[in-house]
């Protein structure tokens, strides 16, 4: 029988799953995590309200609380991933397994949708996933598209890229169409120029995956934008997952289908 | 030939246009408006992300800001709607035509969708509505669905409310579904007593209109909710639109479009 999706936390919390999240919890909403203190977070919830494709929100907890009463009310978002990232003026400073040494009563978490979530379904429709199936983390890339500014907060989209075939790719439009909270339907297809991506082999963020002839790159919003963000806007402090290592929620897929 | 959005604002501003704004502008976006002072921004901005379905929004001004500028640069939202309300503490002290001496510079703006923007579609569909048909304004109620609060901000849903056919429920529903960021779908359809609306012929807002033999009434989730949130909330000061009395913008319905 496959685990529960408290059981898996349970998992990452002890360090007896340490890999990326990929695959975990199949059907289950997948987030990626930015936690902020309060004084940022109104720039911060305008900045996912203005950039949803990027920063689609799934909740945002009350000042103070590492719990997501909405989505995971067993889960603990200081131990339930099994790798953090320290920012602290825009500078990766450390990753680590456990933030509660680092935890301050004024920190907001902003839970944001995972394109994890949608590939579930894409493979339900027989559409391949290339880094899944080579056992790789997704590949991601920061792009020369511009995120629209809110306070402090401005910096360039990151996307994940999945290789498919053109056929596959008009039918994974319609599928991540139904799914607006976990990023939706692509913003590109084809040449990887077009975007600022100047090397397709090398991402910014994950792996690299085979690309076979015939295929094209599909290209996601991610919600590894807001560390890119924090990079180039520099706030003091800001603690996020690594890309790739997510928050697992209770949350099932099917609840963000549009229709 | 039809007027500009541009043009249709002008005749609000000078007081050409007096009435409910239904009809106007057809395949453009309306918005209901909150505005509010800075302090309570992040609660408000936190509350209708939380609560979708009543409060999907649109667009947040910059601080002090009147324009829209993403949706209608040219607009003014001072003057371009033709019957504003005044609240202070929860009271609706007022209702005037022009909030300019009222401005501070600490405001912030809410553009929240309006279901006016999906009529269109619907009547493109052949499913009359019928408040329309009777030059009203649209039945508008306050329900027992509690709005998940957000800091200072609690209360109850407001929905509104369309008489149809059966079939033309399922109808709607298929084609509202479309438009999630301007209510999307129906979040209630039939007996009005299972959300605690009592009498379907005294609504809390707007004007009551005829339900035919046959029909059933359909409820969307109406962006003036805030509205009753004030009331129940009591914060200062808050200026909103007067029910159906909306902002319009340059923004096409059909870019809300989800597939």
């Known amino acids: ?3 529960t999706t408290e059981e898996i ?3 990452i919390r002890t360090g007896e799953w340490q890999k990326p999240t990929t695959g975990l919890a199949p059907g289950y909403t997948q987030v990626n995590l930015v936690i902020l203190p309060k004084k ?5 919830l305008l900045f996912s309200m203005r950039n949803p494709k990027s920063c689609p929100l799934i909740e945002v907890t009350d000042v103070g609380s590492p719990v997501p009463k909405k989505t995971a009310p067993t889960g603990d978002l200081r131990t339930d991933i099994s790798k953090y990232r320290i920012y602290k003026h825009g500078e990766l400073v450390e990753e680590v397994t456990d933030i509660t040494p680092y935890w301050q009563d004024d920190f907001v978490s902003f839970l944001i949708g995972c394109s994890f979530t949608f590939e579930k379904p894409l493979i339900d429709n027989g559409i391949p996933i290339r880094y899944i199936e080579e056992g790789k983390n997704v590949s991601m ?3 020369n598209i511009l995120c629209e500014p809110a306070g402090v907060f401005q910096g360039p989209m990151v996307v994940s890229m999945r ?3 053109p056929n596959d790719a ?3 439009t319609k599928i991540t169409s139904r799914f607006p909270s976990v990023h939706g339907a692509p913003i590109h297809i084809g040449d990887p120029s077009m975007i600022g991506i100047e090397d397709i082999n090398d991402p910014d963020f994950g792996d690299p995956v085979t690309i076979h002839e015939g295929e094209i790159p599909v290209f996601w919003g991610c919600g590894v934008t807001p560390q890119a963000v924090v990079m180039a806007s520099r706030p003091e402090l800001v603690i996020t997952h690594a890309p790739g290592y997510m928050f697992i929620t209770d949350m099932k897929e099917e609840e963000h289908a549009v229709i």
Chains 1, 2 share one sequence.
């Open 1 to 3: 029988m496959s685990k």
């Open 9 to 11: 936390r349970q998992q």
């Open 40 to 44: 940022y977070a109104y720039d911060f």
């Open 141 to 143: 890339y920061k792009t």
């Open 163 to 165: 290789p498919m075939k």
């Open 170 to 172: 008009i039918r994974a």
